[in-house]
Structures are given as structure tokens and as C-alpha cells.
């Protein structure tokens, strides 16, 4: 069983940084892939950046790749997104994920590939 518990969400003025936290466990570093995904208001969710765990392998969304960065600490089980540069549309509940999946497949970040989602933390960013 996999566990997932995201922190760190907040409010924030656009321009501005933030730092998510997400502490797993119950997971095999090995053939598994982690990921955030966000679900914006009448859209559908979007898995905006992944992690490939085996080779630190990261891959982003168009609309953060250049301002967010995915990254994990194995001694600590914590996967991290830093996120710059925040703007307004950046507003939403953020989920950490994760499921067992190839390479490729983790690159492609279908939202339908990840089979464990934290409870999600909220981000908030005014103008």
C-alpha cells in the first residue's frame, strides 16, 4: 500500500515561490513513477510534472516547464515541487501521485496512469 501525504500549500503574491512536500512510503522506488497533478476550475486535470525514480528522470508541462521543479530525496522518501514564478492560473488544489510504470509511460504523464493520489494541498496566488 502506497501513502502519499502532500504540505506546503499556501497563498502567495504573483511573481512569487512556493515549495510542496510530499512524504511517501509503502512504495518500491524501483519501476515507479511520481507526479503532481492539478485539476484547474472546468478543465480537466493535468498531470504537470513526473518523475521517472529509477533515473531521476523528470518530465514537465508546457505551461510550468521553466518555472517548477520536480525533484526526490531518497534517504527521506520526500518528493518536492518548487514552484516560481507563480501566477494567478497556477491557483489550484495540487495532488501528489504515483504508480508503477515504465519509463516512457512516466514520461508521458497520463493523469489515468497514476493509481495513488495524496489528499492534495491548495495553492493560491493573487494578483
Known amino acids: 500500500q502506497v501513502t502519499l501525504v502532500e504540505s506546503g500549500g499556501g497563498s502567495v503574491q504573483s511573481g512569487g515561490s512556493l515549495r510542496l512536500s510530499c512524504a511517501t512510503s509503502?512504495?518500491?522506488?524501483?519501476?515507479?513513477?511520481l507526479g503532481w497533478i492539478r485539476q484547474p476550475p472546468g478543465q480537466a486535470s493535468e498531470a504537470i510534472a513526473s518523475?521517472?525514480?529509477?533515473?531521476?528522470?523528470?518530465n514537465y508541462a508546457d505551461s510550468v516547464k521553466g518555472r517548477f521543479t520536480i525533484s526526490l530525496d531518497k534517504v527521506t522518501n520526500t518528493m518536492y515541487l518548487q514552484m516560481d514564478n507563480l501566477k494567478p492560473e497556477d491557483s489550484d488544489v495540487y495532488f501528489c501521485?504515483?504508480?508503477?510504470?515504465?519509463?516512457?509511460?512516466?514520461?508521458?504523464?497520463?493523469?489515468?496512469?497514476?493509481?495513488?493520489w495524496g489528499r492534495g494541498t491548495q495553492v493560491t496566488v493573487s494578483s
Open positions: 509503502g512504495s518500491s522506488y524501483h519501476g515507479f513513477c
Open positions: 501521485t504515483g504508480g508503477y510504470m515504465d519509463f516512457s509511460t512516466c514520461a508521458g504523464r497520463r493523469v489515468v496512469d497514476f493509481g495513488w
Open positions: 518523475i521517472f525514480t529509477d533515473a531521476d528522470s523528470t
